[in-house]
């Protein structure tokens, strides 16, 4: 439709380098789109405390914007190629609708401040969603864990069999993992809340901005008051709320490894829901555990995102156009993860493990530690102990993993799995 | 159109997780829909030679493969979301155009084998493609060398003045990185070089393949031999031809870093074409360097498509598919660190320098090294000559740019460029 | 001094091997060794609170065990390659000075816990230590933007002049970033204050352990319950701690950049104290910013420990000895990033600006963005009033720096930087 | 023993900023040490031949650097703190013993060609090893491929059963992919040998240096001609060395990955020998493949030492003491690496497979992909074929894993390993 706003005259543009220039941002804009409008709303609210927008100017502008997010909504306004970048379209809608009045937007504002409160605004939405899908998780993990409780499976260490271990040791081990995790993407959330708008393009500007009434508006915690500080903080809080869903995807990670091994022939622990399967294009005979596998590869999205971000933030204080370059990792990065996580807590709840087949794989010599510390009730120094019973692995014969494990009362163990305190670490998160 | 290939009567799909498998597979299956037409003919013809297919059954095949690839080309064929893949879209072409013959094209192979030799033959093309860029860039670099030879400009280390130095040295310095990193690229394409087609789901097949001929017929330089290695080598591959990409990007790094410098107000070397700048949004008396930007940006995206990879690759041996999120981080670097370099030649070409500016930025002090030089010749031990000359400053007033680097004569340095050494190094290349 | 602790008698172990299990493993484990014999305190005394140690048992391992830190930290005891890891080496010394005694304090526990608990409670000290160094920037920069609030400065977009701004705003800006590298600091401390002591090889033991004793002789805010999870936790925490300590040095590299630039001879802007300054060893005339340079190299460490870390995690339930390989990059980076920010509150303090240069180096095209706001209080449409100021440039001449700073009344801006509130979010650090 | 080559009288150095600037330096320095010495020693026989130095000088010197060489490799000369580095280390030793003459030494040279030139002739030096143990465990594979040739084995995808493979195609696969690795690291040799020495401080020197003689003696394939891209290429040159050895790394992990799972109690194939197993603290009853996991551990130094050395290299052309930040990655992921690929030769020849075993993995289910390619060649379309097969899995009862190997005949897989093929390769390597 539009020239770039900044586009003069005198200046004729080069087709390919306006396409390098773009890249892919105004597609990757449609997820940002609408907090960019409702940071614009925010601002020309604000506009209106300070008299430099009339009333009916704010009320026509902020029916405009409505209009716009509608018309993006019901697919009657497409974000394309058509405009620089989501900034440039809404800009573009007001003055066509509204005229001069529409070009009164950007008053005290530049598209730096503006793709900074947009992001932000973006990162809080996707954080919730991350507690959210956090506590989903750890609350089925919790349900399970209570249903196995007394279910015995071998415990490993070095994938090497160890001792006798439960399912319900298991569940919980994931309810607290996701639990921490949930408590992790609530506190990030916590410090990224902070309003960049009205920092324009990083020195401010000269107009008394009602900026604490904008930041009340937009819900923020706090106000990020100094306009370099806001410049420079650009993919520093994305970096920080990406190590947040990196940190539950590696409890994801962890799960599916071990569905992965579980569901081998050789381990045949468990078996994973139908439509969690596929099967091969060449081998009739296949049932794979492809959303295992996928899952267990979702992690890959945060390093990834991480080091394109991070390989771009080795610049001196101000805006710089490579920051532009931190949009698309970020925003793939967020929605792939979170699209992962939205699947786990169906497959934790939907999982079926052979209990027989976990009874079974418990042999004798895993009973050799719970020996050894027994044999220290009788004044045995442990080390004593511990050589002692590995000269007499063929001696635990007639033990059960049941006795095992109602004897592992040390808190958090099988005996003692505390789940009511996990649960009330997860309804303490609110 | 249709289900996945692997989808047998009794199974139902959940939707969500079907979008979850896909992922944006087929989006990004766009870009290697031709190779894989491509491997798919060399495989027909392929079977046809060991009699697997009769001659018209062959001929048929081919024939709509052709037809594919131009609807493919024209827009009359769209691959999209109806595919699970481009290689199930290629069955389904065959089948609906052939009937029976069409569901013969799948013989002996497995999409395991096809997605490594369409990404292979996908990877051999960038390859070329960085190798004639590089050279590209290089060529223009020394072409401003030799037209800049002996104008002087300020030699900087720790981004202090040190000593006087050329713009023909500038030019050369990136003119010969440039032939190393096209050299790295060359080397690369011959490393890669290897046709994994034939070797079916990671195990090869019964039917005496003759992988010799696909080999020679695709224009690979070697025939990858093992099944078990074929698989293991997926991930492996890209990342050393992102690795060679990376290295081309470094050197962009660092000539956009000196031009982002050379542009300031305050060291006002350098102009970029006007084509190359664009303004702000609430600034009006900016003009911005941003594609230069931009070019300092492109090298993150060989890091972040690196790390992504390399999580995923800590597996046991055999396909998994994890593997399948290799494709999306490859896809996107090697677009975006191309298009990059496409820009640099003419950037090189048409910048223009202030000489006179360059030549003022030169001080006295900077002539201390040849001076402490020049007395070793006098028979001072090079120690002794430094502490003699800085103590003694201010005594280096008559001497000139020009005088200091016509007598910089060790080879490579102002007065002895060795350009056409360059220019055979690159000539060489083929 | 003694073969590894599970040795047993028909094994014979193959030097080049040991040397390649141990790596670094004992030396790095100097850095940890307070922090095992801390936590093996802990736990002796609460194994003598459920009577599994005599009163005079614990009594006699607690003073030995303070015997050994006196040891150590007067060099008297040297933990070296003679010992398989810090923890043998505790077991060693008790087992040497109190016999059968002695042989006891490893019942209940094992290495895996151990380790654990002594990285958690290394980590709790370093990140106190970050964010005591982080709000010690901050009061200095602070302090600084007190003292220069009303000095101009020019202020860069694209490293190009773009508007005025002041010293002030400058040093404030890296206030609020320390500020909340602080808070990020201290949110991160909370979440990893899990007391992981007690859950053994990662699955309990059978024994009553007081585990809530432990956390809270330890200082640990929660116990960290399930042991599973405590060791699926094994580097999910470190990497917490290390993007806590990743945010900190990314505002220490913008303001190295920042100090890179305006410490060269086109800029002239700053001057570091002589200290901070080096010379070369070919050039006598050459005074390098070598620390600068340094601290902006310091974040390198981050990603590199990262990276190396992540490589590590993707792995099953359980202990695996890959976790080994989290220690080196751990303690590397913390040690080295730590070190960088301890220079840098001197650094902010001792800086020198020429202010007059500063001044000058703002010319009045800056003033133009100032213009076009005002335009608007005149009913100008914003855009409109753009496109007027940028044909007008020309007209700006007679506005001064210290008018346009004066002006700049957005909160957060050089008129009004809201130093106050940031003092109070500093104090309210605790 | 002494201060800083390039201080002055007048200044006074802060102690920790010393400690910061030096940080590991000179110990890491001991590994560059006797490359320094070697590319002197060239060094000065150059300036020998331009007379510079004349003959008798040049003599001494040589002499007093072979006694210097001895004094280190005999531990009677330390390099340690004293010394800022290793380069004013040598300069210290010529001017102690050979007065005047050894400050001759530094003519025409600077450190910042000097450490180029020493660790390009380290990165060449653990190139060629690479080389060598590469082909090493290539060579190891190919013989157990060849005495496995026909020991079936199941094959797996998706960590499920998939297809019957063989005991000889799995070690081929490792014999072909450290065979690439080689080959890789071969061409990454030839790449990075390209002599710096005789760029200076990256802007040459007023000396009519003989560089070409120096690039002889010291062995190197090029002269890298520019001093500008001498500088530039910091990092780049140490990135592609580690990239070749973590191509290498990576199939370790894979292999490692393999006998990780093959070493579990559920799937029992292979049996690692006694000296690459250990035990644990606490479970008498483990025997751990912790040599297998610290293989497998060993890829991440890569990633590591990758991300931090790109970490630094965002720069503007020149030397910067950031620079000095890729010392450390690169030396410790070298060795780190190198030290475990020389594990896995011998591993790779040691290990033993329970054949039996293995065999009895494979169920009747495995042959369906068998069958339903002989379909085909009855004429039945292999979509077809594929479905049919999919219905009458159980029908697959009577066939043997013996026959199913000996029909692979695709080239590559079971039945035609082509093993000399391989071999050729192997000896074409040098």
Chains 1, 2, 3, 4 share one sequence.
Not at 19 to 25: C, H, K, Q, S, V
Not at 355 to 374: H, Q
């Amino acid at each position: 439709v539009t020239g770039p706003i900044w586009q003069k005259s005198d200046t004729t543009v080069d087709d390919r380098i306006m396409r390098f220039l773009a890249g892919e941002d105004v597609i990757l804009d449609r997820q940002l789109f609408v907090y960019d409008i409702a940071a614009s709303k925010a601002h020309v609210r604000g506009l209106a405390r300070i008299d430099v927008l009339h009333a009916d100017e704010s009320e026509q502008i902020l029916g405009e914007l409505d209009a716009l997010q509608d018309a993006f909504e019901s697919g009657e306004f497409v974000l394309d190629e058509r405009f620089e970048d989501c900034h440039s379209a809404i800009e573009f809608w007001l003055t066509e609708t509204l005229g001069d009045i529409g070009k009164k937007v950007h008053t005290g504002r530049s598209r730096n401040d503006q793709i900074l409160v947009a992001t932000r605004l973006y990162l809080r939405d996707q954080l919730l969603d991350l507690v959210a899908r956090c506590k989903d998780v750890a609350s089925r993990a919790l349900d399970r864990a209570r249903a196995h409780r007394d279910e015995p499976m071998p415990g490993y260490t070095h994938m090497q069999r160890a001792v006798p271990s439960s399912l319900g040791m298991w569940f919980a081990g994931f309810a607290e993992a996701f639990i921490d995790d949930a408590m992790l993407a609530a506190s990030t959330l916590d410090w990224i809340s902070a309003n960049p708008l009205g920092t324009a393009a990083g020195y401010g500007v000269n107009l008394p901005l009602d900026r604490e009434g904008v930041t009340e508006e937009l819900g923020f915690e706090r106000t990020q008051l100094n306009p370099i500080y806001a410049q420079n903080s650009r993919g520093k809080f994305e970096l920080q709320a990406l190590d947040a869903l990196g940190q539950a995807l590696l409890d994801v990670r962890r799960l599916s490894w071990d569905l992965s091994l579980f569901t081998t022939h050789e381990f045949a622990f468990a078996d994973l829901p139908e439509r969690f399967m596929t099967g091969s294009s060449i081998m009739p005979n296949k049932r794979n555990p492809d959303v295992v596998e996928l899952l267990r590869a979702a992690y890959a999205v945060v390093p990834g995102a991480r080091s394109e971000l991070e390989s771009l933030l080795s610049l001196p204080s101000g805006y710089h156009r490579d920051l532009q370059g931190t949009k698309g990792p970020l925003l793939r990065a967020m929605r792939r993860g979170l699209d992962a996580l939205a699947l786990v807590g169906e497959l934790v709840e939907q999982l079926e493990f052979d209990t027989e087949r976990l009874r079974e794989a418990i042999n004798s010599e895993m009973y050799a530690t719970d020996r050894a510390v027994e044999l220290t009730s009788e004044g045995v120094p442990f080390r004593e102990a511990y050589r002692r019973v590995a000269r007499e692995l063929d001696e635990l014969g007639d033990r059960t993993a049941d006795d095992s494990i109602d004897a592992r009362t040390s808190p958090g163990a099988c005996a003692d799995l505390r789940l009511d305190e996990l649960a009330q670490r997860l309804d303490s998160l609110g």
